[in-house]
């Protein structure tokens, strides 16, 4: 089992910034492969938010581009999610996602941490 902690959650003012962070701890010799960042806003479907690659390549949905940034430290299987200039609009449950690889792939999730937003 691979386990997904997210941490970096809280209030913010709009315009403010958070970062959030998110380690596993895989066991048993599974490889992590791509990781990524998905919210869930309340009565509202989960959407991704980014996603980024073994080897560094990101995307993200188009309402964050060019103010958030996903970035990784494969040596820490550690994924981070720096949010800038935030907006009402981004309060959400935030959560951590993992492709992890042992003969097959899995997925697994984070718990999630709340990103809450004030005007």
């Known amino acids: 089992q691979v386990q997904l902690v997210e941490s970096g959650g809280g209030l913010v003012q709009a315009g403010g910034s958070l970062r959030l962070s998110c380690a596993t701890s895989s066991g048993s010799g599974y490889r992590i492969d791509d990781m990524g960042w998905y919210r869930q806003a309340p009565g509202k479907r989960r959407e991704v938010v980014a996603l980024i690659s073994s080897g560094g390549s990101a995307t993200y949905v188009d309402s964050v581009k060019g103010r958030f940034t996903i970035s990784r430290d494969n040596a820490k299987n550690t994924v981070y999610l720096q949010m800038n200039s935030l907006k009402p609009e981004d309060t959400a449950v935030y959560y951590c996602?993992?492709?992890?690889?042992?003969?097959?792939?899995?997925?697994?999730w984070g718990q999630g941490t709340q990103v809450t937003v004030s005007s």
């Open positions: 996602h993992c492709d992890a690889v042992l003969l097959y792939e899995y997925e697994f």
